[in-house]
């Protein structure tokens, strides 16, 4: 984690640990639900990818289809240090596979600890649009793990019980936080001018990065405090609660029914995701948010959201691990877990591990 270092609900059980070795110790697979039609003119491939991110993988699809980038469709970004498993669309009006063999084709892109593997295609009607896929499954492997073994795994078995914090993780800030940096430049830059807020097509992507990684910043502080109080999974008077596994959200009294479906992870407080709009957090909640918000340090952020005009939304505090297990082999722990789309497994170890060592 980066920036602010956010609290933590426990003490960690891991002392410290290896992370990311080798690209198979981080493994992500996109879960997608989707009945191929077999008909259309959308090919959709599944690839395994290492050591290479997914807007340099959809380049290169759209090169073997000699196609257009803006007919290559993706659901989600994948990390470029792991061993990833997702679906691409390539839009081909004539219904015809690329007469060059990929695999012939990909070798002279390929460098050295890069692989790129397609594993099945199918035809399909639609578009693969962002942010179809609703989950992520992850095995992750930590080497050299130091603590007790007996206390890991209770630990584990809390997280599975209990859930950790919802936070950003670092990779949303960038290397040494540098999306921040960039953020806070930007937004010196646009608020120096009186025009409005309209920014050029090509910088769209660029500008989209440094408000996610604003905002970011902001809610991991506003998560920080309910962690510092105890009530980052407890019902607070003026909360907004979200239902599980949805984007649905709903204000309510506090009562035994509500402390009882918090309680189970039927529904989840939630923290603002700063933007344009009327709070809809109300007393205590909304104060112990005011009060975060207030600081001079988040100054010039809030500034520059607001002037961007990008508009409120809410985030849930408490991140269900759903189907979490674990193997020991020695002194090395694997995990096994699935996530929301959205949400970090770097989250989880944090909750987990005191010290993770990334080796890429």
């Known amino acids: 984690m980066t920036h602010h270092a956010p609290r933590r609900p426990f003490t960690p059980a891991i002392i410290s640990a290896d992370f990311k070795a080798y690209p198979a110790d981080f493994i992500v697979k996109e879960l997608m639900d989707v009945d191929f039609s077999g008909q259309g003119e959308h090919l959709w491939v599944h690839v395994c990818k290492v050591g290479m991110n997914t807007a340099f993988v959809a380049k290169l699809l759209a090169n073997w289809a000699n196609i257009s980038i803006r007919d290559v469709g993706y659901s989600g970004l994948k990390d470029r240090h792991a061993q990833t498993y997702q ?6 009006p004539k219904r015809g596979l690329p007469t060059t063999d990929f695999d012939e084709f990909i070798k002279e892109y390929l460098k050295e600890g890069e ?15 962002r942010g179809t896929h609703k989950a992520n499954a992850f095995t992750i492997t930590l080497r050299q793990v130091t603590g007790e073994i007996s206390a890991i795994n209770a630990q584990l078995t809390h997280i599975r019980q209990a859930g950790v914090p919802n936070y950003f993780g670092e990779q949303r800030f960038g290397r040494d936080g540098d999306n921040i940096n960039q953020a806070k430049a930007f937004f010196e830059k646009i ?22 990684s604003a905002r970011s910043v902001l809610f991991n502080a506003l998560l920080s405090e309910r962690v ?37 992870q039927d529904i989840h407080p939630t923290a603002p995701l700063f933007g344009v709009g009327e709070p809809k957090n109300t007393d205590e909640s909304l104060r112990i948010y005011q009060a975060v918000l207030a600081q001079d340090e988040f100054e010039l952020i809030k500034n520059g959201l607001l002037k961007v005009g990008v508009k409120l939304a809410q985030r849930p505090l408490r991140l269900r691990v759903h189907e979490l297990n674990w193997q020991w082999h020695d002194d090395s722990l694997t995990l096994n877990f699935e996530l929301p789309t959205g949400s ?12 993770l060592t990334k080796n890429h």
């Open 87 to 92: 679906w691409f669309s390539l839009r081909l």
């Open 115 to 129: 692989c790129l593997t397609l594993i099945v295609h199918h035809w399909h009607d639609k578009k693969l649009h």
């Open 191 to 212: 608020l120096s001018s009186a025009k409005p807020y309209k920014p050029f097509k090509k910088d769209m992507d660029k500008h989209s990065l440094y408000v996610s």
């Open 228 to 264: 510092r109080l105890g009530s980052w999974d407890k019902a607070v008077a003026g909360d907004v609660f979200n239902l599980d596994g949805t984007g649905s959200i709903f204000c309510a009294d506090i009562d035994n029914e509500i402390i009882r479906r918090v309680t189970e």
């Open 344 to 355: 970090f497994a770097t989250s989880v170890l944090f909750a987990l591990c005191e010290n």
